[in-house]
Nanobody, 122 residues
Framework: QVQLVESGGGLVQAGGSLRLSCAASGVIFSLNDMGWYRQAPGKQRELVARITSGGTPNYADSVKGRFTISRDNAKNTVYLQMNSLKPEDTAVYYC????????????????WGQGIQVTVSS
């Protein structure tokens, strides 16, 4: 199987920065799109940012200009640099990846990390 392990969360004051990392390991032939989602208490999980295998990013309007997604294909890792954090960014952040496990896979499989807490105090 494939494991996604997130790191870098924590508590930060409004206006501060955090950098999340998500490392994929296990049976991986190649990684397709990867992304970050978040879920605040009482709310649905929402897209934060995604990045294609070629490095093209896509952002939610609420984080454009503040967050930057990137990836290191050699390390099977995706990053989320979060600047100018706001209290409304407080949520559990989840890593997501579409993975071709074997050369013979026709479609990628979707995997999720366990989630990591980000808390922004006002």
């Amino acid at each position: 199987q494939v494991q996604l392990v997130e790191s870098g969360g924590g508590l930060v004051q409004a206006g501060g920065s955090l950098r999340l990392s998500c490392a994929a390991s296990g049976v991986i032939f190649s990684l397709n799109d990867m992304g970050w989602y978040r879920q605040a208490p009482g709310k649905q999980r929402e897209l934060v940012a995604r990045i294609t295998s070629g490095g093209t990013p896509n952002y939610a309007d609420s984080v454009k200009g503040r967050f930057t997604i990137s990836r290191d294909n050699a390390k099977n890792t995706v990053y989320l640099q979060m600047n100018s954090l706001k209290p409304e960014d407080t949520a559990v952040y989840y890593c997501n990846a579409n993975v071709y496990r074997y050369y013979s896979d026709i479609l990628p499989y979707e995997f999720w990390g366990q989630g990591i807490q980000v808390t922004v105090s006002s």
